[in-house]
C-alpha cells in the first residue's frame, strides 16, 4: 500500500505559517502531502516553501497543468484534506460549493474525510453568517476543529487562534485511521473530566494523587476529532491544552463537583477519568503549618468529598445522558468493577488494573469495559487513544 495521501489546503492567514510544522509532521510520519494554497496564503508563505517541504509542485489556480486535470485528480485521489488555516472566507466558500482556484475545487471532488482548523479575528469566528456556515460544513461530516483561545494577529486575544500543529496533526491522524466520512458525535456535547484533585491542608501543602490526566485528554481529543464539543474539565494536568476543546480548569473535588454538574446540564454523555479525592482534610490552615520544637504534629482529619459520579448517575441532568466512570483496582479486578459499577449506577465503567508501575503516567493502558447491561468489553494493551476510541464506540451505540 502506498502512502495515505493528504492534501493540505492553505488559505490566507497569517497563521499559514504554522501550516509549514504541521507539514512537517505529516511529512515526516510517512503521508504524501499536497500542498495546495489559496492565492491569498501566498502573501504570508511563498510556494517555494510549500513545495521544498512537500517535494510536490505546487500551484493555486486550475489552469496550471491543465492536461493532468488537477481541479479533478487532487481531490478524487486524496485520502484526507485538512485546511489549515481555514479562513472565514474559505469557510464560507466550501459551505457554499464555491469553486475559483484549485483549494475550492479540490474540496468540491474530494470524497474522503475533511478537516478545517479555523483561525481568524474572534468577531469573525462569532459572526452568525461564521457560525452558520461551520454548522453546514459539519451536518455534512467535515470535522471543523474549533479555533484555541489566546493571543491573535495584533494585540487583541480571544477565540481565533490556531491550534497548535501538533494537535491538528493529532486530529488529522485520527480521522485518517478511523477512515470515517461522517463523525458520529457531531452534534453533541460531552464532559469529561480528568487529572487528578488536590486537597489543600494549608497554602503550601495538599493531599494529590499521581494521575496524570493523560487518559482523560486522550478522551477529549478523540471526542473532539468525533465531531463532539467537548468540555474538558481539568484537575491540575499541564498537559497542553488538545485543539477545539473547552477547558474548565479546577483544582479540589469540589470544584470538580461545580464545574461538571454545570457542564452535564446539557450534556449527552459525561466521562469522569479524573481522579478525584475520596477525602480531603476537615480544615484548611490559612496559614502554612509550621512545625514545634519538642511537639508531635497534629494528626490530620479527613472528612468525605461528594461521590460525583454517584451523584450525576442518579439524578441525570438529561434523559439518555450517559454517564461512564473509571475504576482503578489492584486487586479482584473484575468483581470489584462489578460491584462498583452497581454500586456508583453508571451505564459503563472502564475497570484498570493499577500498581506502581502500571497507567499512572504511562502512554498506554489496558481494561475491561463493564456495562450496566452485563456487557464485558476487553481492551488489550495499547495506547490511551485506543482506549478512548472504544468507550467513545460504546458511548455513540448506547446514545443511538
Ligand atoms: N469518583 C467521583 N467522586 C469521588 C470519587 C470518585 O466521581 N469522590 C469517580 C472517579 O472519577 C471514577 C470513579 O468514581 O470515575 C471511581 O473512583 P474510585 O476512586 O476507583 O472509586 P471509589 O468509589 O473511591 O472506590 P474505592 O476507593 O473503594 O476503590
Redesign the pocket.
Given at each position: 500500500m502506498g502512502k495515505p495521501r493528504v492534501v493540505l489546503g492553505v488559505s490566507g492567514g497569517i497563521a499559514a505559517y504554522k501550516a509549514c510544522e504541521l507539514l512537517r509532521r505529516l511529512t515526516e510520519s510517512g503521508h504524501d502531502v499536497r500542498v495546495v494554497p489559496t492565492a491569498s496564503a501566498l502573501h504570508f508563505v511563498g510556494a517555494a516553501t510549500w513545495s521544498a517541504l512537500s517535494g510536490h509542485p505546487v500551484s493555486t489556480e486550475v489552469w496550471d497543468d491543465v492536461h493532468e486535470v488537477p481541479h479533478v485528480r487532487i481531490g478524487q485521489q486524496a485520502d484526507l484534506v485538512v485546511v489549515a488555516p481555514a479562513t472565514a472566507d474559505m469557510l464560507a466558500k466550501a459551505a457554499h460549493g464555491l469553486a475559483d482556484d484549485l483549494l475550492t475545487n479540490t474540496l468540491l471532488t474530494a470524497r474522503c474525510p475533511v478537516v478545517f482548523a479555523p483561525a481568524m479575528h474572534t468577531e469573525m469566528w462569532e459572526h452568525p453568517a461564521t457560525r452558520e456556515n461551520v454548522a453546514t460544513l459539519r451536518r455534512r461530516g467535515a470535522l471543523v476543529i474549533e479555533p484555541a483561545v489566546g493571543r491573535l494577529t495584533g494585540v487583541d486575544t480571544g477565540k481565533g487562534r490556531l491550534p497548535d500543529p501538533a494537535e491538528i496533526f493529532e486530529a488529522c491522524r485520527r480521522v485518517l485511521a478511523r477512515g470515517v466520512t461522517a463523525p458520529d458525535l457531531v452534534g453533541r456535547h460531552v464532559v469529561v473530566?480528568a487529572g487528578g484533585t488536590r486537597e489543600p491542608l494549608d497554602p503550601v501543602r495538599f493531599l494529590g494523587n499521581r494521575s496524570s490526566g493523560k487518559q482523560g485528554y486522550a478522551l477529549a481529543r478523540t471526542a473532539a476529532a468525533r465531531g463532539a464539543r467537548v468540555t474538558l474539565i481539568a484537575a491540575n494536568t499541564g498537559l497542553p491544552d488538545p485543539a477545539g476543546v473547552d477547558i474548565v480548569p479546577v483544582g479540589t473535588?469540589v470544584h470538580l463537583r461545580e464545574a461538571v454538574l454545570k457542564a452535564a446540564a446539557d450534556a449527552d454523555a459525561v466521562v469522569?477519568?479524573?481522579?478525584?479525592?475520596?477525602f480531603r482534610p476537615a480544615d484548611y490552615a490559612a496559614g502554612k503549618i509550621k512545625k514545634k520544637d519538642g511537639e508531635e504534629p497534629e494528626p490530620v482529619v479527613l472528612v468525605r468529598?461528594?461521590?460525583?459520579?454517584?451523584e450525576i448517575s442518579a439524578d441525570r441532568a438529561r434523559v439518555g445522558q450517559v454517564v461512564v466512570?473509571?475504576?482503578?483496582?489492584t486487586d479482584d479486578v473484575l468483581a470489584?468493577g462489578r460491584k462498583?459499577l452497581r454500586?456508583?449506577g453508571c451505564d459503563l465503567l472502564v475497570v484498570n488494573e493499577v500498581g506502581e508501575r502500571r497507567t499512572f503516567g504511562s502512554e498506554e493502558n489496558e481494561a475491561v469495559v463493564l456495562g450496566a447491561d452485563g456487557s464485558e468489553t476487553p481492551v488489550p494493551h495499547g495506547p490511551k487513544e485506543a482506549l478512548a476510541e472504544i468507550v467513545w464506540d460504546l458511548v455513540a451505540s448506547r446514545l443511538e
Open positions: 473530566s473535588a469522569m477519568a479524573a481522579a478525584v479525592a475520596d468529598n461528594p461521590d460525583i459520579l454517584a466512570g473509571f475504576a482503578a483496582e470489584n462498583k454500586r456508583k
